[in-house]
Protein backbone atom coordinates (compact mmCIF):
# COMPACT_ATOMS: atom_id res chain seq x y z
CA UNK A 1 0.00 0.00 0.00
CA UNK A 2 2.57 2.41 0.63
CA UNK A 3 4.02 1.57 -2.89
CA UNK A 4 0.41 2.40 -4.07
CA UNK A 5 0.82 5.94 -2.34
CA UNK A 6 4.02 6.68 -3.79
CA UNK A 7 2.79 5.62 -7.52
CA UNK A 8 -0.19 7.61 -7.37
CA UNK A 9 1.98 10.71 -6.23
CA UNK A 10 0.61 11.14 -2.84
CA UNK A 11 4.02 11.43 -2.08
CA UNK A 12 7.54 10.62 -2.56
CA UNK A 13 10.23 8.11 -1.47
CA UNK A 14 13.60 8.19 -2.01
CA UNK A 15 14.84 4.73 -0.78
CA UNK A 16 13.16 1.90 1.18
CA UNK A 17 14.51 -0.63 3.41
CA UNK A 18 12.94 -3.90 4.76
CA UNK A 19 14.13 -4.99 7.75
CA UNK A 20 13.17 -7.79 10.37
CA UNK A 21 14.64 -10.68 12.96
CA UNK A 22 17.65 -12.02 12.47
CA UNK A 23 16.21 -15.53 10.60
CA UNK A 24 13.94 -13.27 8.26
CA UNK A 25 17.80 -11.91 7.22
CA UNK A 26 18.17 -12.58 3.12
CA UNK A 27 14.73 -13.35 2.10
CA UNK A 28 13.13 -11.06 -0.53
CA UNK A 29 9.79 -9.28 -0.09
CA UNK A 30 7.85 -7.23 -2.42
CA UNK A 31 7.69 -2.89 -2.80
CA UNK A 32 5.74 -2.31 -6.11
CA UNK A 33 7.74 -3.57 -8.71
CA UNK A 34 10.97 -3.84 -6.95
CA UNK A 35 12.03 -6.60 -4.62
CA UNK A 36 13.69 -6.10 -1.19
CA UNK A 37 16.25 -7.93 0.30
CA UNK A 38 15.32 -8.38 4.64
CA UNK A 39 17.99 -6.80 6.75
CA UNK A 40 18.57 -7.92 10.26
CA UNK A 41 16.84 -5.04 12.40
CA UNK A 42 18.80 -6.21 15.21
CA UNK A 43 22.22 -4.75 13.81
CA UNK A 44 20.43 -2.10 12.38
CA UNK A 45 21.69 1.49 12.45
CA UNK A 46 18.72 3.98 11.54
CA UNK A 47 21.05 6.89 11.34
CA UNK A 48 20.02 9.06 7.78
CA UNK A 49 16.75 6.99 8.00
CA UNK A 50 13.56 10.01 8.40
CA UNK A 51 10.65 7.47 8.85
CA UNK A 52 10.32 3.87 10.14
CA UNK A 53 7.34 1.73 10.17
CA UNK A 54 7.00 -0.91 13.17
CA UNK A 55 4.09 -3.59 13.18
CA UNK A 56 6.09 -6.60 14.41
CA UNK A 57 4.52 -6.68 17.66
CA UNK A 58 4.67 -4.79 20.89
CA UNK A 59 7.79 -6.57 22.79
CA UNK A 60 9.48 -5.59 19.24
CA UNK A 61 8.56 -2.11 19.18
CA UNK A 62 9.77 -2.22 23.13
CA UNK A 63 13.03 -2.81 21.93
CA UNK A 64 13.96 -1.04 18.66
CA UNK A 65 11.24 2.04 18.86
CA UNK A 66 13.29 3.84 21.56
CA UNK A 67 16.92 3.24 19.22
CA UNK A 68 15.28 4.11 16.28
CA UNK A 69 14.11 7.33 17.62
CA UNK A 70 17.41 8.48 19.63
CA UNK A 71 18.77 8.36 15.91
CA UNK A 72 16.82 10.87 14.55
CA UNK A 73 13.98 8.65 12.74
CA UNK A 74 10.08 9.06 13.33
CA UNK A 75 8.54 5.91 14.06
CA UNK A 76 4.55 5.13 13.08
CA UNK A 77 4.44 2.54 15.16
CA UNK A 78 1.33 -0.01 14.52
CA UNK A 79 1.72 -2.16 17.76
CA UNK A 80 -0.23 -0.96 21.21
CA UNK A 81 2.93 -0.57 23.12
CA UNK A 82 3.35 3.63 23.09
CA UNK A 83 -0.58 4.23 22.06
CA UNK A 84 -1.36 5.15 25.62
CA UNK A 85 2.11 6.95 26.37
CA UNK A 86 1.51 10.76 27.74
CA UNK A 87 2.29 12.76 24.37
CA UNK A 88 2.10 10.09 21.96
CA UNK A 89 -0.20 11.10 19.17
CA UNK A 90 -2.92 8.65 18.56
CA UNK A 91 -4.03 8.82 15.35
CA UNK A 92 -6.85 8.74 12.72
CA UNK A 93 -6.54 11.15 10.24
CA UNK A 94 -9.84 11.82 9.31
CA UNK A 95 -10.82 12.30 12.67
CA UNK A 96 -7.60 13.76 14.50
CA UNK A 97 -5.30 14.70 11.44
CA UNK A 98 -3.93 17.87 13.87
CA UNK A 99 -2.08 15.67 16.34
CA UNK A 100 0.06 14.19 14.27
CA UNK A 101 2.24 17.43 14.87
CA UNK A 102 3.12 15.91 18.21
CA UNK A 103 5.08 13.04 17.28
CA UNK A 104 7.73 16.24 18.09
CA UNK A 105 7.36 14.77 21.80
CA UNK A 106 8.88 11.28 21.41
CA UNK A 107 9.33 10.89 17.43
CA UNK A 108 6.81 8.37 17.73
CA UNK A 109 2.87 8.53 16.13
CA UNK A 110 0.61 5.69 17.36
CA UNK A 111 -1.38 4.05 14.61
CA UNK A 112 -4.86 2.63 16.92
CA UNK A 113 -5.88 -0.83 17.24
CA UNK A 114 -8.10 -1.85 13.87
CA UNK A 115 -11.59 -1.94 15.66
CA UNK A 116 -10.90 1.32 17.37
CA UNK A 117 -10.39 2.88 13.37
CA UNK A 118 -13.66 1.42 11.83
CA UNK A 119 -15.80 2.14 14.92
CA UNK A 120 -14.97 6.14 15.59
CA UNK A 121 -14.55 6.35 12.12
CA UNK A 122 -17.99 5.66 12.34
CA UNK A 123 -19.17 7.81 15.39
CA UNK A 124 -16.61 10.66 15.45
CA UNK A 125 -19.08 12.87 12.73
CA UNK A 126 -22.28 11.79 15.16
CA UNK A 127 -20.35 12.70 18.13
CA UNK A 128 -20.26 16.03 16.56
CA UNK A 129 -23.70 16.59 16.68
CA UNK A 130 -25.05 15.02 20.01
CA UNK A 131 -22.23 14.12 22.79
CA UNK A 132 -21.89 10.55 22.79
CA UNK A 133 -22.38 9.36 26.53
CA UNK A 134 -21.57 5.62 26.01
CA UNK A 135 -20.67 2.98 23.78
CA UNK A 136 -21.68 -1.04 23.66
CA UNK A 137 -19.25 -2.52 21.43
CA UNK A 138 -19.62 -6.41 19.90
CA UNK A 139 -16.68 -7.17 17.33
CA UNK A 140 -16.50 -10.10 15.22
CA UNK A 141 -12.82 -10.16 14.58
CA UNK A 142 -11.14 -12.20 11.53
CA UNK A 143 -7.72 -14.54 11.79
CA UNK A 144 -5.82 -12.44 10.15
CA UNK A 145 -6.05 -9.57 12.74
CA UNK A 146 -3.67 -12.16 14.71
CA UNK A 147 -1.85 -13.06 11.83
CA UNK A 148 -0.89 -15.58 8.61
CA UNK A 149 -0.13 -18.39 10.83
CA UNK A 150 -4.01 -17.75 12.26
CA UNK A 151 -5.66 -17.36 9.03
CA UNK A 152 -3.77 -21.34 8.02
CA UNK A 153 -5.11 -22.43 11.40
CA UNK A 154 -8.51 -21.81 10.30
CA UNK A 155 -8.00 -23.13 6.45
CA UNK A 156 -6.30 -26.56 8.00
CA UNK A 157 -8.58 -27.17 10.67
CA UNK A 158 -11.56 -26.61 8.61
CA UNK A 159 -9.77 -29.04 5.90
CA UNK A 160 -9.52 -31.32 8.54
CA UNK A 161 -13.09 -31.49 9.67
CA UNK A 162 -14.42 -32.10 6.82
CA UNK A 163 -11.72 -35.21 6.68
CA UNK A 164 -12.88 -36.37 9.47
CA UNK A 165 -9.72 -35.44 11.27
CA UNK A 166 -9.19 -33.71 14.59
CA UNK A 167 -6.63 -30.89 14.57
CA UNK A 168 -5.59 -29.94 17.98
CA UNK A 169 -4.90 -25.84 18.35
CA UNK A 170 -1.67 -24.41 18.34
CA UNK A 171 -2.72 -20.89 17.77
CA UNK A 172 -5.71 -19.90 19.34
CA UNK A 173 -6.94 -21.57 22.80
CA UNK A 174 -10.10 -23.25 21.49
CA UNK A 175 -10.82 -24.67 17.41
CA UNK A 176 -11.63 -21.56 15.68
CA UNK A 177 -13.35 -23.43 12.49
CA UNK A 178 -17.10 -23.01 12.95
CA UNK A 179 -16.62 -21.94 16.20
CA UNK A 180 -16.38 -18.50 17.47
CA UNK A 181 -14.12 -17.49 20.54
CA UNK A 182 -14.85 -14.50 23.17
CA UNK A 183 -11.26 -13.91 23.79
CA UNK A 184 -8.51 -11.52 22.20
CA UNK A 185 -5.98 -10.90 23.88
CA UNK A 186 -4.90 -11.80 27.68
CA UNK A 187 -7.00 -11.35 30.66
CA UNK A 188 -7.05 -8.63 32.81
CA UNK A 189 -8.14 -8.23 36.27
CA UNK A 190 -11.57 -7.26 36.17
CA UNK A 191 -12.36 -9.81 33.59
CA UNK A 192 -12.00 -8.35 30.37
CA UNK A 193 -9.58 -8.73 28.37
CA UNK A 194 -6.44 -6.67 26.95
CA UNK A 195 -7.95 -5.75 23.12
CA UNK A 196 -11.65 -5.07 25.07
CA UNK A 197 -9.52 -2.89 26.93
CA UNK A 198 -7.51 -1.47 24.35
CA UNK A 199 -10.82 -0.23 22.47
CA UNK A 200 -12.33 1.80 25.73
CA UNK A 201 -9.00 3.70 26.20
CA UNK A 202 -8.46 4.42 22.59
CA UNK A 203 -11.47 5.51 22.35
CA UNK A 204 -11.15 8.22 24.98
CA UNK A 205 -8.11 9.36 24.13
CA UNK A 206 -9.58 10.20 20.13
CA UNK A 207 -12.83 11.55 21.21
CA UNK A 208 -13.32 12.41 24.88
CA UNK A 209 -12.42 11.08 27.84
CA UNK A 210 -15.71 11.03 29.35
CA UNK A 211 -17.46 8.64 27.05
CA UNK A 212 -18.29 5.29 28.65
CA UNK A 213 -17.06 2.47 26.45
CA UNK A 214 -18.18 -1.12 26.73
CA UNK A 215 -16.97 -4.08 24.58
CA UNK A 216 -16.90 -7.64 24.18
CA UNK A 217 -14.25 -8.96 21.50
CA UNK A 218 -15.10 -12.29 19.54
CA UNK A 219 -12.83 -13.94 17.25
CA UNK A 220 -14.67 -15.41 14.47
CA UNK A 221 -14.22 -17.95 11.73
CA UNK A 222 -13.17 -15.63 8.79
CA UNK A 223 -10.40 -15.06 7.41
CA UNK A 224 -10.26 -10.98 6.54
CA UNK A 225 -12.15 -8.35 8.04
CA UNK A 226 -13.58 -7.07 11.15
CA UNK A 227 -17.34 -6.14 12.12
CA UNK A 228 -18.86 -4.78 14.94
CA UNK A 229 -22.28 -4.10 16.12
CA UNK A 230 -22.34 -1.37 17.92
CA UNK A 231 -25.16 0.58 20.40
CA UNK A 232 -24.64 4.14 20.80
CA UNK A 233 -26.31 6.52 23.48
CA UNK A 234 -26.19 10.42 22.96
CA UNK A 235 -26.87 13.10 25.03
CA UNK A 236 -29.70 14.37 22.97
CA UNK A 237 -31.56 12.85 20.25
CA UNK A 238 -30.03 12.08 16.44
CA UNK A 239 -32.82 10.51 14.47
CA UNK A 240 -31.45 7.51 12.13
CA UNK A 241 -32.41 9.61 8.91
CA UNK A 242 -30.03 12.18 10.49
CA UNK A 243 -26.95 9.64 11.14
CA UNK A 244 -27.56 8.03 7.71
CA UNK A 245 -27.15 11.54 6.33
CA UNK A 246 -24.10 12.42 7.99
CA UNK A 247 -22.54 9.57 8.03
CA UNK A 248 -23.11 9.17 3.69
CA UNK A 249 -21.27 12.90 3.96
CA UNK A 250 -18.22 11.46 5.87
CA UNK A 251 -14.63 10.78 4.41
CA UNK A 252 -13.52 7.29 4.28
CA UNK A 253 -17.19 5.54 5.22
CA UNK A 254 -19.63 4.22 3.07
CA UNK A 255 -23.55 3.63 3.99
CA UNK A 256 -25.28 0.53 2.72
CA UNK A 257 -28.13 0.06 4.69
CA UNK A 258 -30.92 -1.24 2.85
CA UNK A 259 -33.79 -3.24 4.84
CA UNK A 260 -34.05 -5.86 2.50
CA UNK A 261 -32.17 -9.38 1.79
CA UNK A 262 -28.44 -8.74 1.22
CA UNK A 263 -28.81 -4.91 1.51
CA UNK A 264 -25.92 -4.70 3.89
CA UNK A 265 -22.25 -5.23 4.29
CA UNK A 266 -20.01 -8.45 5.64
CA UNK A 267 -16.74 -9.05 6.37
CA UNK A 268 -16.53 -10.96 2.81
CA UNK A 269 -18.36 -8.20 0.95
CA UNK A 270 -15.57 -5.42 2.30
CA UNK A 271 -11.93 -7.70 1.20
CA UNK A 272 -9.31 -5.09 -0.35
CA UNK A 273 -11.57 -2.21 0.33
CA UNK A 274 -10.44 0.79 1.83
CA UNK A 275 -13.61 2.07 2.92
CA UNK A 276 -15.43 1.79 6.10
CA UNK A 277 -18.80 0.11 5.82
CA UNK A 278 -21.67 0.76 7.82
CA UNK A 279 -25.21 -1.25 7.80
CA UNK A 280 -28.64 -1.55 9.71
CA UNK A 281 -28.62 1.44 11.37
CA UNK A 282 -32.01 1.77 13.60
CA UNK A 283 -33.18 3.69 16.72
CA UNK A 284 -32.65 2.18 19.80
CA UNK A 285 -35.77 2.91 21.64
CA UNK A 286 -34.50 0.45 24.88
CA UNK A 287 -32.53 4.19 26.18
CA UNK A 288 -33.82 8.20 25.58
CA UNK A 289 -31.29 8.49 22.49
CA UNK A 290 -29.87 5.67 21.24
CA UNK A 291 -28.69 4.12 17.67
CA UNK A 292 -27.70 0.83 16.43
CA UNK A 293 -25.84 0.39 13.30
CA UNK A 294 -23.12 -2.51 11.79
CA UNK A 295 -19.65 -1.95 11.20
CA UNK A 296 -17.28 -3.50 8.41
CA UNK A 297 -14.15 -3.00 7.31
CA UNK A 298 -11.19 -4.58 5.79
CA UNK A 299 -8.98 -4.85 8.69
CA UNK A 300 -6.13 -5.21 6.81
CA UNK A 301 -6.23 -2.10 5.11
CA UNK A 302 -7.99 1.00 7.17
CA UNK A 303 -7.64 -1.37 10.10
CA UNK A 304 -3.72 -1.33 9.67
CA UNK A 305 -1.51 -0.25 6.74
CA UNK A 306 -4.20 2.50 5.10
CA UNK A 307 -4.41 4.39 8.04
CA UNK A 308 -0.52 4.16 8.53
CA UNK A 309 -0.04 5.49 4.93
CA UNK A 310 -2.14 8.06 5.52
CA UNK A 311 -0.53 9.54 8.57
CA UNK A 312 2.40 9.36 6.44
CA UNK A 313 1.34 11.14 3.62
CA UNK A 314 -0.20 14.07 6.30
CA UNK A 315 3.21 13.88 7.85
CA UNK A 316 5.46 14.01 5.02
CA UNK A 317 3.45 16.83 2.92
CA UNK A 318 3.23 19.11 5.85
CA UNK A 319 5.05 18.75 8.46
CA UNK A 320 8.61 17.36 7.25
Not at 60 to 84: H, K
Amino acid sequence: MLAEFQKEGKFSIDSVVAFASKKSKGKKVSFGDEELTVLDLENYDFVGINIAIFCAGSHVSERYVPIATEAGCIVVDNTSRFRMKEGVPLVIPEINKDKITEYKNHNIISNPNCTTIQMLLALHLLHQKAKIKRIVASTYQSTSGVGKAAMDELYNQTKKIFMNEAKKPEIFPKQIAFNCIPHIGEFMEDGSTKEEWKMQEEAKKILEEDIKVTATCVRVPVLVGHAIAVNVEFDQHITEEEAREMLSEDDGVLVQDKREDGGYMTQIDVVQENAVYISRIRQDDTVKHGLNMWIVADNLRKGAALNIVQILEILIKEHL
